[in-house]
């Protein structure tokens, strides 16, 4: 008895339970500020192994067309990855992990899914045993111009007692080829590494232990002429990435029906950028014939992120009936540094240097108390509230909202008449109150997103205020016939948030916004599966539609004020994809469409702009695959055909082979 209140003492202390092992939770799901139970959430679920004979560098590539289609472009997508908010979720090989979620959900907006965002979960395989190979090659066609991407993959994984450990390796060349002429001297690409370790025990007295390390280097290059009727420039770009993530989780159970799950977590990215710019002058004039200029600009970010979580959770159920109060507790902290190094050489004047080095932090404290009751699988209902607890100054202090209540409630009404039936209606409802929490954090830099600089912009404005809140309310259906044969899913967002930005400039200068934004986005889903000893086949087709409107003013003060209001407007567009996995014995075809209808685009001749209404598609996977016994190999294209005036993809068209074997 003493020993056993020394160690409940102990870890109400620590937040470390030390009775006997349970299991990782897998009837939840855990978005990182807050777990929502599996049986009551609307949500769209891939598996990687539907991606992997994909080529892709950026994951956001291969999973918009599963989700909401153009509306999951990059940067609308954020990444959580077994619970903690992830810096990049390109860190991470598509062969390390087993599924991905997008979760249809008000609550989402608590875990950095802010604005018009949505968040998905990724889930790591955990219990891996042997050596696995996997690689390809691919040539790209783009513009006329062909190059090579390559994607090689290795690991190795073993088990030994309640131990699971392993290593993996993974490298991508990526490449955007253009024509090799007299201004291109070397086309954008880079070579991206990804190194893995993890492992997982179980340990009597504590619980279940698991750790990982991610290390991701890599090199970026660009090298280019630019001619016109005054200067001919020569560009010389190289930049390195290196991306580090680790951590550490424990799950115990303490007592009958209460568990905690404690982790910390570290990313940091170091971005190193060199950039060489010569500079002729052609003809000006007379006396300026043959100046020249050399610009030599170095360039380091640095960006950290640690979080460390701790949920508390109890459960207890009497005659069907489920209680379940949990707490969870966050504590993040983020830190930018920024280092500019800057010689600008001419022949007309003496060198000029230039040194810049700017930093910023954040420390955030946030306490989440829920309690939610459900009935079998027949209703849910879910309240609490996000505190934060964070110290706060200056204009923070003032328009912070510290109190963001939410709900979440779920029935069944087929099930409610006949619970045994093997349909099923679910009716979903969920809000909340929002606030951005700035989770905004730097990522690797890949062909088509631009460099992540904390700073952008600030020499012009510094003493950024800037703070963005607002609803958000989600309402679904999801029919369910014959033990999920088919499924029919319906999920209306509306979400609401306002802008208040100040920005304070040189000369006494300073820019004001106030900006409100409402969005309405509309996603139509049915899906169709069989899965038997040796047919396998998933059929799915999504139709989204999205309608915005922005209200507002900005102001920018000189010496005298001059006021613009910005005219509210409303975007109207359908998106949506078409995706389809067939597996008949040793055979295996995957085949997905996107489309993109009523896109607006203008045209400028002179004065005068044309609107016009464009429709995009694109067959954006074809792959087919043979497998024999551990050995596969298969065949697969990426955007071989697309319509005249998509903009649904970078237009690269992808073609190779590639295998898979398992020892």
Same mark, same amino acid.
């Given at each position: 008895?003493?020993?056993?209140?020394?160690?409940?003492?102990?870890?109400?202390?620590?937040?470390?339970?030390?009775?006997?092992?349970?299991?990782?939770?897998?009837?939840?799901?855990?978005?990182?500020? !807050?777990?929502?139970?599996?049986?009551?959430?609307?949500?769209?679920?891939?598996?990687?192994?539907?991606?992997?004979? !994909?080529?892709?560098?950026?994951?956001?590539?291969?999973?918009?067309? $599963?989700?909401?289609?153009?509306?999951?472009?990059?940067?609308?997508?954020?990444?959580?990855?077994?619970?903690?908010?992830?810096?990049?979720?390109?860190?991470?090989?598509? &062969?390390?992990?087993?599924?991905?979620?997008?979760?249809?959900?008000?609550?989402?907006?608590?875990?950095?899914?802010?604005?018009?965002?949505?968040?998905?979960?990724?889930?790591?395989?955990?219990?891996?045993?042997?050596?696995?190979?996997?690689?390809?090659?691919?040539?790209?066609?783009?513009?006329?111009?062909?190059?090579?991407?390559?994607? &090689?993959?290795?690991?190795?994984?073993?088990?030994?007692?309640?131990?699971?450990?392993?290593?993996?390796?993974?490298?991508?060349?990526?490449?955007?080829?253009?024509?090799?002429?007299?201004?291109?001297?070397?086309?954008?690409?880079?070579?991206?590494?990804?190194?893995?370790?993890?492992?997982?025990?179980?340990?009597?007295?504590?619980?279940?232990?698991?750790?990982?390390?991610?290390?991701?280097?890599?090199? $970026?290059?660009? =090298?280019?002429?630019?001619?016109?009727?005054?200067?001919?420039?020569?560009?010389?770009?190289?930049?390195?990435?290196?991306?580090?993530?680790?951590?550490?989780?424990?799950?115990?159970?303490?007592?009958?029906?209460?568990?905690?799950?404690?982790?910390?977590?570290?990313?940091?990215?170091?971005?190193?950028?060199?950039?060489?710019?010569?500079?002729?002058?052609?003809?000006?004039?007379?006396?300026?014939?043959?100046?020249?200029?050399?610009?030599?600009?170095?360039?380091?970010?640095?960006?950290?992120?640690?979080?460390?979580?701790?949920?508390?959770?109890?459960?207890?159920?009497?005659?069907?009936?489920?209680?379940?109060?949990?707490?969870?507790?966050?504590?993040?902290?983020?830190?930018?540094?920024?280092?500019?190094?800057?010689?600008?050489?001419?022949?007309?004047?003496?060198?000029?240097?230039?040194?810049?080095?700017?930093?910023?932090?954040?420390?955030?404290?946030?306490?989440?108390?829920?309690?939610?009751?459900?009935?079998? @699988?027949?209703?849910?209902?879910?309240?609490?509230?996000?505190?934060?607890?964070?110290?706060?100054?200056?204009?923070?202090?003032?328009?912070?909202?510290?109190?963001?209540?939410?709900?979440?409630?779920?029935?069944?009404?087929?099930?409610?008449?006949?619970?045994?039936?093997?349909?099923?209606?679910?009716?979903?409802?969920?809000?909340?109150?929002?606030?951005?929490?700035?989770?905004?954090?730097?990522?690797? @830099?890949?062909?088509?997103?631009?460099?992540?600089?904390?700073?952008?912009?600030?020499?012009?404005?510094?003493?950024?205020?800037?703070?963005?809140?607002?609803?958000?309310?989600?309402?679904?259906?999801?029919?369910?016939?014959?033990?999920?044969?088919?499924?029919?899913?319906?999920?209306?967002?509306?979400?609401?948030?306002?802008?208040?930005?100040?920005?304070?400039? $040189?000369?006494?200068?300073?820019?004001? %916004?106030?900006?409100?934004?409402?969005?309405?986005?509309?996603?139509?889903?049915?899906?169709?599966?069989?899965?038997? *000893?040796?047919?396998?086949?998933?059929?799915?087709?999504?139709? !989204?539609? =999205?309608? *915005?409107?922005?209200?507002? =003013?900005?102001?920018?003060?000189?010496?005298?004020? @001059?006021?613009?209001?910005?005219?509210?407007?409303?975007?109207?567009?359908?998106?949506?994809?078409?995706?389809?996995?067939?597996? &008949?014995?040793?055979?295996?075809?995957?085949?997905?469409?996107?489309?993109?209808?009523?896109?607006?685009?203008?045209?400028? %001749?002179?004065?005068?702009?044309?609107?016009?209404?464009?429709?995009?598609?694109?067959?954006?996977?074809?792959?087919?695959?043979? @497998?024999?016994?551990?050995? %596969?190999?298969?065949?697969?294209?990426?955007?071989?055909?697309?319509?005249?005036?998509?903009?649904?993809?970078?237009?690269?068209?992808?073609?190779?082979?590639?295998?898979?074997?398992?020892?």
């Amino acid at each position: 008895m003493k020993n056993f209140l020394l160690r409940l003492v102990f870890s109400a202390f620590c937040f470390v339970p030390f009775t006997s092992y349970t299991q990782t939770d897998s009837t939840h799901f855990d978005l990182g500020k !807050i777990r929502l139970n599996k049986d009551f959430t609307q949500f769209i679920t891939i598996k990687a192994a539907d991606l992997e004979k !994909i080529p892709f560098s950026n994951l956001d590539d291969a999973v918009k067309v $599963w989700f909401y289609g153009h509306f999951s472009a990059e940067g609308n997508l954020v990444y959580v990855v077994d619970g903690n908010r992830i810096t990049d979720i390109n860190i991470y090989s598509i &062969y390390d992990i087993e599924e991905i979620t997008l979760v249809q959900n008000a609550l989402v907006n608590l875990n950095g899914a802010v604005h018009e965002q949505q968040l998905v979960l990724v889930t790591t395989k955990k219990d891996k045993t042997g050596i696995n190979v996997n690689g390809g090659s691919f040539l790209v066609n783009h513009k006329e111009a062909t190059g090579l991407f390559h994607q &090689y993959y290795f690991s190795a994984n073993k088990k030994i007692n309640n131990t699971n450990f392993g290593i993996s390796a993974q490298y991508i060349r990526d490449i955007s080829p253009a024509k090799n002429d007299t201004f291109l001297r070397e086309p954008l690409n880079f070579d991206r590494f990804k190194l893995r370790g993890a492992f997982n025990t179980k340990i009597n007295y504590l619980g279940n232990l698991s750790a990982y390390i991610n290390y991701a280097p890599q090199v $970026w290059d660009y =090298k280019a002429d630019t001619l016109d009727d005054f200067w001919k420039k020569n560009t010389n770009h190289h930049s390195t990435n290196e991306l580090f993530n680790g951590g550490v989780n424990l799950n115990s159970k303490i007592l009958k029906g209460l568990v905690n799950n404690l982790s910390a977590n570290f990313n940091t990215n170091t971005k190193q950028e060199y950039v060489l710019r010569e500079i002729y002058l052609l003809r000006l004039n007379p006396d300026s014939m043959g100046y020249y200029r050399k610009e030599d600009e170095k360039i380091k970010t640095i960006s950290d992120l640690f979080l460390l979580r701790n949920n508390l959770s109890y459960h207890i159920t009497i005659d069907g009936l489920t209680i379940a109060p949990a707490l969870n507790f966050l504590f993040r902290f983020i830190n930018h540094r920024y280092n500019f190094n800057g010689i600008d050489r001419s022949s007309k004047n003496f060198p000029s240097f230039e040194y810049k080095y700017r930093k910023s932090y954040n420390r955030l404290y946030i306490i989440t108390p829920s309690i939610g009751v459900n009935y079998r @699988s027949i209703f849910n209902l879910e309240v609490g509230l996000v505190k934060n607890i964070s110290t706060l100054e200056g204009w923070e202090k003032e328009s912070t909202t510290r109190n963001l209540p939410f709900f979440n409630s779920t029935i069944d009404v087929i099930k409610l008449a006949k619970e045994q039936s093997s349909s099923s209606l679910k009716l979903f409802l969920s809000y909340i109150k929002s606030e951005d929490f700035n989770d905004s954090i730097p990522s690797l @830099s890949g062909l088509n997103n631009s460099i992540y600089d904390p700073f952008h912009n600030q020499d012009v404005f510094y003493n950024l205020d800037y703070r963005t809140s607002g609803n958000s309310l989600q309402l679904g259906s999801t029919l369910s016939l014959k033990n999920d044969l088919i499924r029919i899913s319906y999920n209306n967002d509306k979400r609401y948030y306002s802008y208040q930005t100040f920005r304070k400039g $040189w000369n006494n200068s300073r820019f004001e %916004e106030d900006l409100t934004r409402k969005t309405s986005t509309h996603r139509l889903g049915i899906d169709f599966r069989i899965s038997e *000893s040796v047919l396998m086949w998933r059929s799915g087709v999504s139709l !989204i539609n =999205k309608k *915005s409107e922005m209200i507002g =003013k900005n102001s920018f003060y000189s010496y005298s004020p @001059s006021d613009s209001n910005l005219t509210s407007f409303t975007a109207k567009m359908f998106t949506g994809g078409i995706v389809n996995r067939l597996a &008949y014995k040793n055979i295996s075809l995957g085949v997905d469409f996107m489309y993109l209808l009523g896109e607006r685009r203008f045209t400028k %001749e002179g004065f005068v702009f044309t609107k016009a209404l464009i429709d995009s598609f694109v067959l954006q996977n074809l792959y087919l695959a043979y @497998s024999y016994k551990n050995i %596969e190999f298969y065949l697969s294209t990426r955007n071989i055909a697309e319509s005249a005036e998509s903009n649904l993809t970078d237009h690269r068209k992808f073609y190779g082979l590639g295998f898979k074997v398992g020892l």
